[in-house]
């Protein structure tokens, strides 16, 4: 007895997911649950109306006796699609649509039971073995989950079918449950297995398509479509371009290895300094993109890039000061804000490049503001 559970601890653990895949996948997850119940919740309550509808208009005893119970479904899934419908990103939302998942799978689980148990007695629960087997399909949680709850309703199915039925249908009932929950079991662990490593296969795919492999920023491909992408939804934004001053005699006097550590040291300022929803990223070369959406507050945009040029200025320094580079790394920065319709990328990159080619030819180590996409506003450096 012992070994054959170790057999099947052994065969559980081989194709199970671990933990810290699952929670890399729960956005994934989250989004493919909810999409499941909304397409099933909205089929039942298509599919429950119109039985509801020929349970009014038939003459046929079956429908007609089922009428109450087909409205009430209906309407439960309509209450459930609208739910998960309109339920907006929150730090529960994860739980909300959970919640909703295993609310929407224990009530067609009970109401396939009530049709095989009680109103088809005399038939096998055809509709129950189906649900037992195809669950795992549509829906992906944390097997052990999974695997409770389906063992739940196939306990109670059983006992139902026991009290209720003739006894060569219920052994039969009986027999076919527990002959398809292994199935069952064993298709809620390897299906999301393979659902959970193709979400994490594709977010690592997207992760190198997107990110620069020095820095750990966006690349210059993820950036462009990024930034477009959130001016369609905000309309406006504040666009920063900054350039390393003096880059290529950082490259000539000590080596590309301290070209490499200053940009490095570059990007991780820009993590540190700009919020997760400020698109920032490598351009290209030694120059970076951060974009701010939905807003432009210019007093906010200058006072975030001064912020960041004093932090590079007073901690990344090189190895010895020369006559054209100082010791410490300086960078240019030029600053573009913009709001409206006709609002793009494009435009406000050409703007912030202005406002940056300013910056060098005011003398470099210093933010520039062009607003409105029309006037250039000179920040002046602090002389302390």
Do not use: W
């Amino acid at each position: 007895m012992k070994s054959i559970f170790s057999i099947f601890k052994s065969i559980y653990q081989r194709v199970s997911i671990s933990n810290e895949e699952f929670s890399v996948a729960k956005e994934e997850i989250t989004t493919m649950n909810r999409n499941a119940v909304l397409v099933l919740s909205f089929l039942c309550t298509i599919l429950f109306i119109i039985l509801c509808i020929l349970s009014v208009i038939t003459d046929e005893h079956t429908f007609r006796n089922n009428t109450f119970l087909y409205g009430f479904v209906s309407l439960f899934s309509l209450a459930i699609f609208a739910i998960v419908f309109f339920i907006k990103k929150t730090p529960r939302y994860h739980i909300v649509i959970k919640i909703a998942m295993y609310t929407f799978m224990t009530a067609i689980f009970f109401y396939s039971i009530f049709i095989g148990v009680y109103r088809l007695q005399k038939n096998y629960a055809v509709s129950f073995f189906v649900l037992q087997f195809a669950t795992p399909i549509f829906f992906i949680d944390r097997a052990r989950k999974m695997c409770l709850f389906t063992f739940i309703m196939t306990v109670i199915f059983s006992a139902l079918s026991f009290r209720t039925k003739a006894p060569e249908l219920a052994s039969m009932d009986i027999i076919n449950a527990a002959c398809l929950f292994p199935l069952s079991l064993f298709s809620s662990v390897y299906l999301s297995k393979l659902k959970i490593h193709q979400f994490n296969l594709s977010r690592l795919i997207a992760v190198e398509r997107d990110t620069d492999g020095l820095t750990g920023l966006l690349n210059k491909t993820a950036l462009t479509r990024k930034v477009s992408d959130a001016l369609e939804k905000t309309g406006k934004g504040i666009l920063m371009i900054l350039d390393c001053d003096n880059f290529k005699g950082i490259n000539d006097n000590f080596g590309h290895d301290i070209g490499d550590y200053v940009l490095k040291e570059i990007s991780f300022h820009v993590k540190n300094i700009f919020r997760e929803y400020e698109i920032s990223g490598r351009f290209g070369g030694d120059e970076f993109i951060v974009f701010i959406p939905g807003t432009d507050d210019v007093q906010y945009g200058r006072a975030k890039a001064k912020y960041l040029l004093e932090k590079i200025n007073t901690s990344i320094f090189l190895p010895e000061k020369t006559s054209s580079i100082a010791q410490n790394a300086e960078v240019s920065i030029g600053i573009a804000v913009g709001s409206g319709e006709h609002i793009s990328f494009g435009s406000l990159f050409k703007c912030a490049d202005n406002a940056l080619y300013e910056a060098k030819s005011m003398g470099k180590n210093r933010v520039v503001v062009a607003q409105d996409l029309l006037s250039f506003v000179q920040d002046e450096k602090d002389t302390d």
